[in-house]
């Protein structure tokens, strides 16, 4: 079963404006971790968090993770039309790789 | 540096047909991983492969096989094709992902099974 629960399943905004997707999880993780998968292509990775860490920033991307909470939220900033894509977070148990998210796809308006 | 190559890219298959989807990854990374991604059900493992000689199922491994040939290849196989197996396949490899290793992604088999 999914491990990551993106939302919202949809999300459009206007060019320019901030888009933010959230995540929320089951169990305790080692790190979290959030892609992009353009339509028809592969996932990228886009910024890995680690369980003792609260926040971290990558260019236009902001992550926040809560443990407490069990949830993190990405946010993108001023956006672009080039952001449309779907985007999924995804945590590590253990070994056998990563659990992911159904995901978010995101639109942005030109 | 290529990264992760699966073959093929498109495959039509009548069901009880067999097939074997092709991966490669020449990052030397020890783990290597096969998932399937269906429309609102997001990315499920279907068996992965943390060192060479060794597989373990994920969450869907019923009707697939894989085998690691070396590190650089996993393989998945269709034994007899059904149609809840049409879907887009991904091959995926890292480094250990406890340690905060990324995975690479290929770039998809779509498979449809009429």
């Known amino acids: 079963s999914q491990q990551g629960e993106e939302d919202p399943q949809a999300l459009s905004i206007q060019e320019g404006e901030n888009a933010t997707m959230n995540c929320s999880y089951k169990?305790?993780?080692?790190?979290l971790q959030w892609y992009r998968q353009n339509s028809g292509r592969g996932l990228v990775h886009l910024i890995l968090?680690?369980?003792?860490?609260r926040e971290k920033h990558s260019g236009r991307l902001r992550v926040t993770l809560d443990t407490s909470k069990k949830s993190s939220s990405l946010l993108i900033t001023a956006s672009r039309a080039a952001d449309t894509a779907s985007y999924f977070c995804?945590?590590?148990?253990?070994?056998?790789?990563?659990?992911f998210g159904k995901g978010t796809h995101l639109i942005i308006q030109p | 540096n290529a990264g992760v190559t699966q073959t093929p890219k498109f495959q039509v298959l009548k069901t009880g047909q067999s097939m074997t989807l092709q991966c490669a990854q020449d990052?030397?990374?020890?783990?290597m991983y096969w998932y399937r991604q269906d429309p609102g059900m997001g990315l499920r493992l279907i068996y992965y492969?943390?060192?060479?000689?060794?597989?373990d199922k994920g969450e869907v491994p019923n009707g697939y096989n894989v085998s690691r040939l070396n590190k650089r290849e996993f393989s998945l196989r269709l034994e007899s094709a059904a149609p809840s197996q049409t879907s887009v396949y991904f091959c995926?490899?890292?480094?250990?992902?406890?340690?905060?290793?990324?995975?690479?992604f290929g770039e998809g088999s779509w498979l449809t099974v009429v």
């Open positions: 968090i680690r369980s003792n860490e």
């Open positions: 995804a945590t590590v148990r253990g070994a056998d790789g990563l659990t």
């Open positions: 995926a490899s890292s480094g250990s992902v406890v340690s905060g290793n990324t995975i690479y």
């Open positions: 990052m030397n990374h020890n783990s």
């Open positions: 169990t305790s993780i080692n790190n």
């Open positions: 492969s943390a060192s060479e000689g060794t597989t």
